[in-house]
């Protein structure tokens, strides 16, 4: 008996170290993944920094258990990870809440003091035996004692976890859309789970001798399980923070990248580890049958991933599997059902946030009589009664009287930028507690739905912020159903739908606060931040020809560049290209060109290598210069091009301004 026992609580500590060593991939593969795609999302940094405390924790559990002599020093690496794991899910949980638009300077400050009590903690344990004693228990499990302040810190420890647990179900309860509030609830459940994991409960309890040693390595191995299946579902939520995707691909993603990343790395090292044990069954060397084992993982992992990736793609679609499926010919560019609904809850999101409003809707089934509305597309948030046979807070009737009212000042041309105020005797319909506005395409000419909101008074009075807000918003809306219509009716002929698509899918990823959307996140890019604004123009010119950075830049919000698109065709990638070409060009000086000239200097390195793409090398020789000096200018000529488009929007935004004035 005794025997099975020992083979039991050996087989145990074997997967036990298997499981820590897929918990510290899997972190730092979520951490890579967050600075490549989430890099902007404060909600996705802060959990970066739970993923790093993990590491610390995991990586000295790890060392301590397969250390045969210094376990104090593994030990006491620990507390990396467990001195700062409150003030980070502080971080976290304040980070959400101010997603939702609730800002508190002193929970604000509460992270930041709760990382220099981390660190007076880290200090005192490793340098003093004021929290931990460096009195070694092993008893076949190694931790240290408790010092004389450790157990205030045990009460500051479950004191910040329970703040942070209580922060993310508020967070929550302020979300408005049902995506955002099952993130929140996702979060809700996962983030107590790292902080309660990671604690050193050995250290005041110890375990009696005389009790078998399987029990707690059990329930060491059920924490660890525990551990890595939160760690990994709140990457997956954190995961469509900050990404400027629809949530269809960043799903696709981000499960091609745990398939690749941690798992296949975690599969590997397991076969390592197991190799170890085979060793002694087929007389073989164990280094010989982890090497064959590795690569046969490798190999199946690539074959798993290549035979069903189509079917994956249409598991993780779900609803929208029949549209992706036929959408798998193409890029990712057009917007499923699933998009276009979380566009229009984001802008009600928004609407509701700016007037205050409980309830608000959208609506294509302008009128149900006819064929187009035999399958009607809606959208509400919050819980309207009651409801109609249309599932409308409305009847049928308000909303075909909504759609027949005219708009005081919309311009008359398709191609100009709908920006203006609202006038409320003529855009606003009153209908039993509810205004409803119809929203109408980019010419005006064709209705296209009707948006209404729960009023907050009787009769419409709204401040001018209010109208200029309201008008954004409608605007939107507007578009958003209106290239969907197009998206519906020219279905088999993709290619030439591309251009809108791509702008409603960065309009979409442009959303900066999914849990609470502002009207901030759907107007035109603000170009107050000097640094920030150069560093998305040196990007944009870093791949002038072609790429992501150019086609997805949120330079593409600007003014100039809509201006642009009507020289374009519509194409705003060819508009914002025009854009870069007309401020490089300004950098030209007059009279005949030289290539060792002082003023020609900016415009030579930016012709030269944004233009006709030479490579830095050669640029450098022609304009007899070092490449380090070379990098400098290129600095200096970026901002220049920066403070040209910035004085181009500028003028563009003057223009529009003196325009909507004039039409009032």
Not at 203 to 221: K, N, Y
Not at 247 to 271: E, N, Q
Not at 610 to 619: A, H, T, W
């Amino acid at each position: 008996m005794a025997d099975v026992l020992h083979s039991l609580l050996a087989t145990v500590q074997l997967f036990n170290r298997i499981t820590v060593t897929g918990i510290l991939v899997t972190s730092f593969a979520l951490i890579i993944y967050i600075a490549l795609y989430n890099r902007r999302s404060p909600i996705a940094r802060t959990y970066a920094v739970v993923l790093a405390c993990v590491i610390g924790t995991a990586l000295g559990d790890l060392l301590a258990q397969i250390s045969e002599r210094d376990n104090e020093l593994w030990l006491r690496f620990q507390w990396i990870g467990i001195a700062f794991v409150p003030a980070a899910v502080l971080d976290l949980s304040d980070a959400l809440l101010r997603a939702t638009g609730d800002v508190s300077p002193l929970r604000r400050l509460a992270p930041k003091a709760g990382y220099g009590v981390g660190l007076l903690t880290l200090a005192l344990v490793a340098l003093t035996d004021l929290v931990a004693n460096p009195d070694v228990a092993t008893n076949g499990l190694p931790h240290l004692r408790p010092g004389v302040l450790f157990y205030p810190f045990t009460l500051y420890y479950f004191a910040s976890t329970a703040w942070a647990t209580f922060n993310v179900f508020e967070a929550r309860r302020r979300a408005l859309t049902a995506t955002s509030k099952r993130r929140m609830t996702y979060l809700a459940v996962a983030l107590p789970v790292p902080a309660l994991s990671m604690f050193p409960y050995l250290l005041p309890t110890g375990w009696p001798e005389a009790l078998p040693l399987i029990v707690p390595w059990a329930g060491i191995l059920l924490v660890n399980l525990g551990l890595g299946a939160a760690v990994t579902f709140m990457g997956y939520t954190a995961a469509y923070f900050g990404a400027s995707a629809p949530d269809r691909v960043i799903k696709r993603r981000l499960v091609k990248y745990l398939i690749r990343g941690p798992l296949l790395a975690a599969l590997v090292i397991a076969a390592l580890v197991l190799s170890t044990r085979i060793e002694r069954l087929l007389n073989l060397p164990g280094f010989f049958v982890g090497l064959i084992a590795a690569a046969t993982i490798i190999l199946l992992a690539q074959l798993f991933i290549v035979t069903l990736q189509p079917t994956l793609d249409r598991l993780i679609a779900g609803d929208d599997a029949a549209e992706v499926q036929r959408l798998q010919q193409f890029t990712e560019r057009l917007m499923t059902t699933s998009d276009l609904t979380q566009y229009l809850e984001n802008i009600l999101a928004a609407l509701c946030d700016l007037l205050r409003a409980r309830t608000a809707f959208v609506t294509d089934c302008t009128d149900p009589e006819q064929d187009p509305c035999r399958q009607p597309f809606t959208v509400i948030i919050g819980d309207p009664e009651p409801k109609t046979e249309q599932g409308l807070p409305v009847p049928a009737q308000a909303v075909r009287s909504a759609s027949t009212l005219r708009a005081t000042n919309s311009s008359t041309e398709p191609s100009a930028e709908p920006h203006r105020v609202f006038e409320l005797e003529h855009d606003f319909m009153i209908w039993d507690g509810y205004w409803l506005i119809p929203l109408r395409s980019r010419g005006g000419q064709e209705t296209l739905g009707v948006m209404g909101l729960a009023a907050r008074t009787a009769e419409p009075e709204l401040t001018d912020e209010e109208r200029e807000g309201i008008a954004v918003l409608i605007t939107q809306a507007a578009r958003a159903l209106e290239d969907a219509a197009k998206q519906r009716r020219a279905f088999e002929a993709l290619e030439r739908l591309v251009p809108e698509a791509v702008d409603m899918q960065r309009r979409l990823a442009g959303t900066e606060n999914p849990a609470a959307p502002r009207v901030s996140d759907f107007t035109r890019l603000p170009v107050d931040d000097q640094d920030d604004f150069t560093q998305l123009v040196r990007d944009a010119l870093s791949q002038y020809w072609g790429g992501p950075k150019l086609a997805e830049s949120p330079l593409l919000n600007l003014r100039v560049v809509a201006e642009a698109m009507k020289q374009e065709n519509g194409n705003a990638t060819k508009a914002l290209r025009r854009v870069l070409y007309e401020a490089i060009e300004q950098l030209k000086p007059s009279g005949t060109r030289s290539f060792t000239a002082a003023e020609w200097m900016l415009y030579n390195i930016l012709e030269l290598k944004i233009i006709q793409g030479q490579k830095v090398r050669d640029i450098a020789r022609r304009l007899v210069m070092s490449e380090s000096d070379l990098y400098r200018k290129q600095r200096a000529a970026y901002q220049e091009v920066a403070r040209i488009v910035l004085e181009m929007e500028r003028a563009a935004r003057e223009r529009a301004q003196a325009s909507e004035e004039q039409q009032r």
